[in-house]
């Protein structure tokens, strides 16, 4: 059993024993994702018991409370983001040092406000426990929110509309044609695409008629909290079905060595037997030699065919194995090669398919 599965099942048992409560005073935010994975665990690997479903609050803050309640789990209502203050205004020295070496491409009378929304987006994510830096050099972003389930780049940008030049005529004649791009003081933004897992989710929020961009900040960070427990889960998933694999790799690996070893006793015992009644046949020849020899005349001198039955003692006494009990058991050497008939495609050097 892995120390996940210790962990896991600790808690199950914890919560049978305490009457289904589990209180844990105001963790540190590394102890507040250990235990948020565990639960996470216990409800992957189907340990709730039958009848009961789990829930836990202060996922964030406070004390993280673990419950074990009867009856089925209630329908979700739709969570309600905690709010998101923005700042009327923030001083230079006040902000994170990832929002103010942030450079986002609004104009000069957007860009007081698009800091104002980087700082509260940055607040709240160190409220929540996460991490706020600035993006790495192959990163694209403002900031960085990052979570154990992940690092999520957000970035801010101005819309802008095509308007006529009309600088770009010289006569008063003259039709205007050419176009600019104009900035619209509207601001989006958006979560930056990592990774095919989070496709398909909401990921951009800007200005609208009837909203401002400061207004969807709530969303925002809720999303970003979805998507951080979604990675977690993932990660438990991902982390169950490597112990399974190590698991179903080492019991191939225990049922190989058996029957390898089984296949090298069968071996041996029978070039053991062979050699023993080789041994027995050559003693019973030497026998029957030195009878031949007594009783009745040959022509080979005397002298070499007692040195003949003499050699041919030593040599059966040298492959009888009664002569070698201390060696008759020894336990083999096993190969990769020897070990890879009986795996059933596994690998014998790691828990991968071959």
């Known amino acids: 059993m892995s120390i996940l599965d210790d962990e896991v099942a600790s808690l199950v048992e914890q919560l049978r024993r305490d009457g289904g409560v589990l209180r844990f005073l105001n963790p540190e935010p590394q102890e507040r994702a250990r235990l948020r994975r565990l639960v996470h665990a216990v409800k992957a690997a189907g340990l709730v018991p039958p009848g009961h479903h789990l829930q836990h609050s202060g996922r964030d803050k406070g004390d993280l409370v673990v419950r074990l309640v009867q009856g ?44 104002r929304i980087l700082q509260a987006l940055a607040d709240a994510a160190q409220t929540h426990g996460y991490t706020v ?10 900031i960085v929110i990052s979570s154990d389930g992940g690092q999520f780049p957000l970035s801010l940008s101005e819309g802008t509309s095509e308007v006529l030049d009309a600088d770009s005529v010289r006569y008063a004649w003259q039709r205007v044609t050419a ?96 050699s023993w009644r080789l041994a027995v046949n050559i003693r019973d020849y030497c026998n029957a030699l030195e009878q031949r020899l007594r009783t009745e005349p040959t022509d080979s001198p005397a002298n070499a065919v007692s040195e003949w039955i ?14 070698h009990l201390s060696s008759l058991v020894e336990e083999p050497v096993i190969t990769s090669d020897e070990l890879r008939p009986h795996l059933g495609g596994w690998s014998p050097h790691g828990p991968h398919r071959q």
């Open 133 to 142: 830096a600035a993006p790495a050099a192959d990163t694209r972003g403002d």
């Open 72 to 115: 089925d789990h209630p329908v979700h209502t739709r969570e309600i983001p905690a709010p998101v203050p923005v700042p009327d205004s923030v001083g230079e020295a006040e902000l994170h040092p990832a929002v103010r070496s942030a450079r986002p491409p609004v104009c000069d009378a957007c860009n007081a406000r698009a800091r």
């Open 179 to 274: 176009t600019k791009a104009n900035s619209t003081h509207q601001l989006d933004l958006r979560i930056e695409e990592r990774s095919w897992e989070h496709r398909g989710r909401r990921h951009q929020w800007g200005d609208r008629q009837r909203w401002t961009l400061e207004d969807k900040l709530p969303a925002v960070m809720h999303e970003i909290q979805q998507r951080a427990d979604a990675e977690i889960e993932r990660q438990h998933q991902r982390e169950l079905e490597a112990q399974r694999t190590q698991q179903a790799w080492q019991a191939a690996m225990e049922r190989a060595h058996r029957k390898a070893r089984e296949t090298h006793r069968v071996k041996a015992i029978q070039e053991q037997t062979e």
């Open 310 to 323: 003499e050699w041919a003692r030593e040599h059966a006494d040298s492959i009888d194995p009664l002569q």
